[in-house]
């Protein structure tokens, strides 16, 4: 059984534009409080960037679930 009371809830998305930069946002959802982190990179896709948000959202964390719209994670 998952302990709630330390529950936290990642969102994450990745964009690319036209001209071939990228960036990256997560959306860190916590019981009391709210996290933000961001970038970009000055040539990526968008697939890249998906994957990007999320394997930045795992590193710091040890249990977490991982809520995107992308069918590549």
Excluded: H, W
Excluded at 52 to 60: H, K, P, S, T
């Amino acid at each position: 059984m998952t302990n709630t009371s330390k529950k936290l809830i990642i969102y994450t998305d990745g964009s690319s534009k036209t001209d071939g930069s990228g960036g990256y946002g997560i959306y860190i959802d916590c019981k009391d409080s709210a996290y933000k982190l961001y970038g970009g990179f000055p040539s990526a896709t968008n697939n890249q960037m998906e994957l990007f948000a999320a394997i930045r959202a795992l590193e710091n964390f040890k249990y977490l679930d991982v809520k995107s719209k992308s069918i590549v994670i």
